[in-house]
């Protein structure tokens, strides 16, 4: 493929095409960075070297390096940490990698530790109880990597936006525009912050990866705005996100069907940041990072005027993320704190509409639901999901809790559930087992 189609094509899909979905891509063994030689030598050679303004940080197997690295390839804010980290027990168990499982719509078994090489896994950490029973790194994944997490961004903005409703001080029923007057005239004028945060909105925006002609799709313009992609030769589209998002018309009326829409996500991150006169990462920093302890100072990507990339940008360390879902599953608290009120917690792990997301037909997702940029599972599990493999997965009944970071080649996790739940089902049944 030649590097030039990237600008073509949404950068975080480069293999969903039908172009090279005839080539199978290398496995999880000889895709490896350190195999690879990626980005190593001082300067690296030319055919080694990851980069930004050629969009080469984009194309797999490139991405099992940048994914990994992405504060050095393009402009971030620093979300950091305080204090002594908060301490995560362990009590590591040796025979979960033996857990067998049948991915769905297959009929051969598969072990836990085989399903984190189909799945190009960069790092995973188990906890039960709140304690650590399984970790595990490959790629250039590691304890100290700031891993990209994607859209598992969208659901830090969602608790955000639940804890305001929470607190009395953003009103979900309220248009947009009422708290932005910059997007009165845009797709979300009349759109309820209630109808953006349940993915319902009537926006003219299509969250489509793969370019079928020479045109920009919508997710390539909002990426080259935001700041993760290079501009073409000649582009005269919007180079902000604020301005990206005042050009999305409306193609049909709002509160209908859920449909994936990342611009949702981006313009309640403008509401919130109206509201209470901060970014959302200095919010993530107070609200999160610095009252649970975290190991690790996170990020969140910028466009050219400092805008964060709320639907997809945050980079964080992976026992970090982690903590962040304990602190979900034990109902906003930590360490004997509440972080999170109560009401907006109830919230988050509520199901959403499952009639209005039946629509999707997400694999392993029947009958599930989606609200305040989280997603449910009808078996009672709640999920934050980023493509190419990120999540936070919460199961109350099974008291766990799954961080991943994954490089997976195509970046719909459609294309990933098939294995990952029915692998979180074995897991929660292997350690309720005693």
Known sequence: ?????????LPFGLLAGAATAQIPPPNAADS???KRGWMQGSPPAVDKQVRFDDASMWFFPRTRWSFS?????????AIPRAGAPSVLPRAERRDLDAIRFTPLGATAPMTWEQSLAANYTDGIVVLHRGRIV???????GGPANQHITFSVTKSFVGTLAETLIAEGRLDPARTIASYVPELATSGFGDASVRQALDMRTGIAFVEDYVARGSEL????????????????PGYQGATTTPAFLAGIGKRGDHGGDFAYLTPNTQAVAWVIERVTGQSIAAQISARYWQPLGMEQDAALQVDRVGTGFAGGGMTAALRDMARFGEMIRRGGKWQGRQVVPPAAIRAIMAPGDAAAFAAA??????????TSFW??????????VGIHGQGIYIDPKAEMVIARFGS??????????????PAYDAMAAALTAR
């Open 1 to 9: 493929m030649a590097r030039t189609l990237v600008l073509r094509l």
């Open 32 to 34: 490896d960075p350190a």
């Open 69 to 77: 690295h992405w504060r050095e390839l393009v402009p971030t804010v």
């Open 134 to 140: 399984y970790e595990r790194y490959a790629g250039a």
């Open 217 to 232: 799709t919508d997710p390539t313009r909002m990426s080259i705005a935001g700041g993760a992609v290079p501009a073409p």
């Open 361 to 370: 037909r997400y694999p392993g997702l029947e009958g599930g639901s989606y």
């Open 375 to 384: 997603w449910h599972r009808a078996s009672g599990q709640t999920m934050a």
């Open 408 to 421: 997976f080649p195509v970046a719909t996790n459609r294309v990933i559930n098939p294995t990952t739940l």
